[in-house]
Structure formats: C-alpha cells, structure tokens
C-alpha cells in the first residue's frame, strides 16, 4: 500500500502562536521512512496546499517521488469534521482515514529554542524556533513572529504505526487569504 499511495505529510501545527487559519502556499518535503518490516522508503513532494481550519478542510495538489522514481502527480482532500480523505491518483480514487494531524495552534508546553531572523537587511523577519513532541515525534518548528506563518519543520520519531521516519519541510510563498470553497468540493469520481 506504502508504494501505491503516498499520503499527506503535513506535519501538525499544534498556543504559542496561532498560524492563519485560512492560507495557501508551497510545501517541500523531503522524509525517510523505515517501515516495521525493514523497508526503507526515501521521498520527496512538492504540495500545492490550501488550508481553511474554518471549515476543517485541506487540499493538496502534490508531485511525489519514491526511492528517486519517476514522479507521479496526487490530489488530496482532507476533511477533518468526517475524518476522510480522498486521494486521487492515476485516474483512481482511494478513500481512507485523514493520515495526518489537524492543522492547530503550537503547544502551550512548546519550548522556545531560539529567536532569530531569517533573511538579511530590510527585508529580514523575525522567526521563533519551538521545540515540543507531537505523536510520539521529536519536532522543531520555525515560524515567522509575524502572523505566526510556518516556514520550517523537521521531525524525527516513531509513528504510531512503528515506522522510523524522519522529515523535513520548507514553506514557500504564504498568502493568507479566504478561500474559494469550491477547491475543497470532493470530485464526483470520489462519491460512490
């Protein structure tokens, strides 16, 4: 299944600071994974996303690649109010379990590691490094101060499935901004 499917890996943003709750943007990941078998997969996305946690909904446009494959395109939806995603791929759509955490503020026990900036000159910004566990994973999130915008994550851990992974994410061009709402209609090739 692992192979065939690849699903959303945003990492959950867990009250330090409260990201936007309606934002659109770019996220890069890169993650290895050692499944409880012994396999080890190594993969990268890039994910259009859309975020709208007024109405608990997430779209994913992404291109993926497994083990340095060839890349394949996959559309996610996520609602968190049913617990569903949809994941479209090849022309099929597979139904399943929201994989990942919904989007939320940082951890009240979050631990500020450092406070920086990111960029030089006039257009620097200011950014906080916090430090806390999610899911039985080790995370460290930046976020702009700034609107609290996200802009790098790494994490490290053993999910609750058993598997090893280790993550990394960069986020690129946030616009905060209401959303269409139709972007998170489910295609017609999802209902059944």
């Not at 692992?2 to 890069?28: D, E, H, M």
């Not at 994913?60 to 109010?81: I, M």
């Not at 960029?119 to 995370?139: C, E, I, P, Q, W």
Request: glycine share 8%; proline share 5%.
């Amino acid at each position: 299944m692992f192979q065939n499917i690849l699903l959303l890996a945003l990492p959950a943003l867990v009250l330090s600071c409260c990201p936007p709750k309606q934002w659109r943007g770019t996220v890069y990941i890169d993650s290895n994974t050692k499944t409880v078998d012994g396999h080890e997969y190594h993969t990268q996305m890039s994910q259009d996303t859309v975020v709208d946690e007024t109405i608990r909904k997430v779209y994913v446009n992404q291109t993926v690649s497994l083990n340095g494959g060839p890349e394949y395109l996959q559309q996610v939806y996520q609602d968190f109010s049913t617990g569903l995603q949809y994941v479209i791929k090849g022309g099929a759509c597979f139904t399943m379990n929201v994989s990942s955490s919904e989007p939320s503020c940082i951890p009240k026990n979050a631990e500020v590691v450092t406070e920086s900036f990111i960029g030089s000159g006039k257009t620097a910004l200011k950014a906080t490094m916090y430090h806390f566990t999610r899911d039985n994973l080790d995370v460290h999130l930046t976020m702009a101060d700034d609107g609290c915008i996200p802009v790098m994550v790494d994490g490290n851990g053993i999910t609750e499935t058993g598997e090893d992974m280790k993550m990394a994410a960069e986020y690129m061009g946030i616009v905060v901004a209401p959303m269409n709402v139709s972007i998170f209609d489910i295609p017609s090739i999802c209902i059944k």
